[in-house]
């Protein structure tokens, strides 16, 4: 008998925008399938234009790729545990049915030091959280390439 499609760790990928140009960003979605971008920044705002949170959702739409902000999941204001808890599981929800990435600002998911250290909330805040939850993080990087690493053993300041 095959698995049903519930019982597979849902797979959930991670991407900071950074200072990418649009083309770039959109090359890295791309290039890993994803269907839908969760924004869990608290503020769907950018210094750089193309990642507010209307131009962002106008583009992905052009490109057939869906877009959802969840706010309740952001770092820097960090939501009351029920609000976050119902943002995790809406998370899960969408990854069951989606090839979708989380998206916040920050484009390194680590910082350089000898000690790496969670360098965004998408790896100190939401990640460990998700995988108790029975989740498969991979963070994108900004060079494309893919990162799975045990979140829980990293310092964070979340």
Sequence with gaps: MLASMSTLAPIIYTIGHGRHPW???????????????CDV????????????G???????RAARIGYEWLPECGGKVV???EDLARG??????????ARIAL????????????QPR???HRVGLLSPPL???????????????????????LPSIW
């Design 41 to 52: 920044r608290s503020v769907a705002r950018s210094r750089w234009p193309q990642y507010n």
């Design 23 to 37: 083309a770039h960003f959109l090359a890295l979605l791309e290039r890993h399938g994803i269907e839908l971008v």
């Design 118 to 120: 969670a360098n965004c």
């Design 103 to 114: 998206l916040c600002s920050e484009s390194q998911p680590l910082t350089t030091h000898a």
């Design 54 to 60: 209307r131009v962002l959702e106008a583009s992905l």
């Design 131 to 153: 995988r108790a939850r029975g989740a498969r993080l991979i963070h994108i990087l900004p060079d494309g390439a893919a990162l799975e690493i045990d979140e829980t053993t």
């Design 88 to 97: 995790l599981d809406r998370i899960m929800e969408l990854a069951s049915d």
């Design 79 to 81: 939501a009351p545990p």
